[in-house]
């Protein structure tokens, strides 16, 4: 089941009645959809130090997928692999 099937199911879903199997795996693809709209910091990871001495971060992983990106080369607005927000606001 598909992002589109599941919305166009819960459109037509009847009040009052038992949720079936496809039902269910509707809502949660939903609820998954609109978990991934929450913007979440990205993780950073580092693998070798500067002359002063200072971690030098040059990877960031989706905190969602774990999925990892070039720092200052890969900046997304949402991860490309499962489209999870990314929030740069506390970006160093």
């Not at 607005?77 to 606001?89: A, E, L, V």
Request: charged content about 35%; hydrophobic content about 30%; glycine content about 6%.
């Amino acid at each position: 089941m598909n992002m589109n099937e599941a919305k166009n199911l819960l459109i037509l879903r009847s009040a009052g009645a038992e949720l079936d199997c496809r039902e269910v795996k509707a809502f949660r693809l939903a609820v998954d959809a609109l978990k991934k709209q929450i913007p979440k910091h990205p993780d950073y990871e580092g693998d070798g130090y500067d002359p002063e001495g200072e971690l030098i971060y040059d990877t960031w992983r989706c905190p969602n997928c774990n999925e990892a990106y070039e720092v200052d080369y890969d900046v997304y607005d949402y991860c490309p692999n499962c489209g999870q927000r990314i929030d740069w606001s506390d970006e160093k």
